[in-house]
């Protein structure tokens, strides 16, 4: 018989009367699973709690950080699921020293953040922001001062050739563009080409592409990565979207070059310092469009991304490795396997 699994979710799943704020979070896959129960926290903090995790075994976790006082008594806790595919807010290395093995919801995510992409370049190329201010507001004559562009014949770059990018690359493919570039340190030539894209340097990238497009998770290496420099290099006609993460991105750069009119504009789903209070630097700017950290949130999403968090979950309760370990050197260690080997009463 399978050992009970004490799965826990953090509140923000949650309202504060306890419903669930989204229509499907994946939690029918457990159905399959009697021997997982769920719980949630009791209440949201921005930091996950040593006692928030009192009796857990596992913890899908939506927006809260994970440090190292967040696993400092770790007890039979075996495994942090993010939300997601950032992991950012996770302090890896402390869940790794504490025997917590931490994965992300490799593939969930890649279609909604794909089709995000591509309808906002359509929207900035063809000014619909401005466009449907001018409607409202019985602008009607000015319409001619904001002409639009196709996607045919541009160029794509992207940031980052994972999953998300691909998927980007796929849908774009009957569009008429030329052909995509990308920049990634850690893809072969060959395996670009193979994703449908030639692997270039990002300055190179950063001069040919009509749109740069960030699909890089946050890191040591990736922080400041578009500075004014790499800015200083794309066309006054071109455009940079990020969909990533905050900090990859120089926005006093990207400011800058918007208000100067030295690129065409841009769209930012994340910044530097969330949750972005009113009266940011971007919210008078007609050039770009700005999203609280959700412009690929669908149903779908939450839904595909819960469903893969839970089966991550059920894996390791019957002895499996999960899909998308960010830490698996945590699986070879004697300590780890003992207190694997314990969850699951073996």
Not at 330 to 346: N, T
Request: charged share 20%.
């Amino acid at each position: 018989m399978t050992a009970p699994f004490n799965l826990k979710l953090t509140a923000d799943f949650f309202d504060a009367a306890g419903r669930g704020k989204y229509a499907d979070i994946g939690l029918s896959v457990l159905a399959e699973a009697p021997h997982i129960t769920t719980s949630a926290f009791a209440e949201h903090r921005p930091e996950i709690a040593p006692e928030q995790l009192a009796g857990a075994n596992g913890v899908i976790v939506l927006t809260p950080k994970v440090t190292a006082q967040s696993v400092a008594q770790a007890g039979d806790l075996i495994a942090v699921g993010r939300f997601g595919v950032g992991y950012d807010s996770v302090d890896v290395a402390a869940c790794t020293a504490a025997d917590v093995a931490v994965f992300i919801t490799t593939g969930a995510v890649d279609r909604p953040v794909a089709e995000a992409t591509v309808g906002w370049m359509i929207a900035l190329t063809h000014h619909m922001r401005v466009k449907d201010r001018l409607a409202r507001t019985g602008e009607w004559d000015a319409r001619s001062r904001f002409m639009g562009a196709e996607l045919r014949d541009r160029t794509l770059g992207v940031i980052g050739l994972g999953g998300i990018a691909r998927t980007v690359i796929k849908l774009l493919a009957g569009w008429g563009m030329k052909p995509p570039l990308a920049f990634d340190p850690f893809m072969t030539p060959e395996a670009a080409a193979q994703a449908g894209a030639r692997l270039v340097s990002l300055d190179e990238l950063m001069r040919e592409a009509d749109f740069v497009s960030v699909h890089c998770p946050l890191s040591p290496q990736t922080r400041g990565l578009i500075g004014a420099e790499q800015i200083g290099l794309m066309k006054s006609t071109a455009y940079l979207l990020n969909t990533a993460r905050g900090g990859i991105v120089d926005e006093a750069a990207l400011r800058d070059a918007l208000e100067a009119g030295r690129i065409a504009g841009a769209a930012l789903d994340c910044f530097a310092t969330e949750p972005v209070a009113a009266g940011h630097p971007f919210a008078n700017l007609d050039n770009v469009l700005l999203a609280p950290h959700s412009i690929a949130w669908t149903n779908e999403l939450f839904r595909d991304i819960g469903r893969t968090a839970c089966q991550g979950m059920i894996d390791l309760s019957l002895g499996r490795q999960p899909r998308g370990v960010v830490n698996p050197a945590v699986f070879e260690k004697p300590s780890f396997q003992a207190k694997w080997r314990r969850v699951r009463g073996d």
